[in-house]
């Protein structure tokens, strides 16, 4: 499975952006896809995940209710929506996917991983 993110930027606060994962190989309706984020100087954290074959969305408190994750089964892709950005939201963006979305709803490192996209928001 080959992962491939693409999409950021810079915006200001308020502002909205979107980006995009493209997704080759081997995929099951099992498999769990998710997005993480890494700050400048801080840990990677998990964003937002969401089974391939659909279903709820999840979502970690800082991004719930501005950010919306989605996939496209037909076009083998999956995105990001950032709606009304800050600036603690600047950081690289990986998108990454698991057999199973337990596996990084539980906090396991998932198995497949994107070269990031940064994503820069101006105060």
């Known amino acids: 499975v080959q992962l491939q993110a693409s999409g950021g930027g810079l915006v200001q606060a308020g502002d909205s952006l979107s980006v995009s994962c493209a997704l080759s190989?081997?995929?099951?309706?099992?498999?769990?896809m998710a997005w993480f984020r890494q700050a400048p100087g801080k840990e990677r954290e998990y964003v937002a995940a969401?089974?391939?074959?659909?279903?709820?969305?999840f979502y970690s408190d800082d991004v719930k209710g501005r950010f919306t994750i989605s996939r496209d089964t037909a076009k083998n892709t999956m995105s990001l929506q950032m709606n009304n950005v800050k600036p603690e939201d600047t950081a690289v963006y990986y998108c990454a996917a698991d057999s199973s979305i337990l596996q990084i709803l539980r906090g396991v490192t998932p198995r497949y991983w994107g070269r990031g996209t940064l994503v820069t928001v101006s105060s």
């Open positions: 190989g081997r995929t099951s309706s099992s498999f769990g």
């Open positions: 969401i089974r391939w074959s659909g279903g709820t969305p």
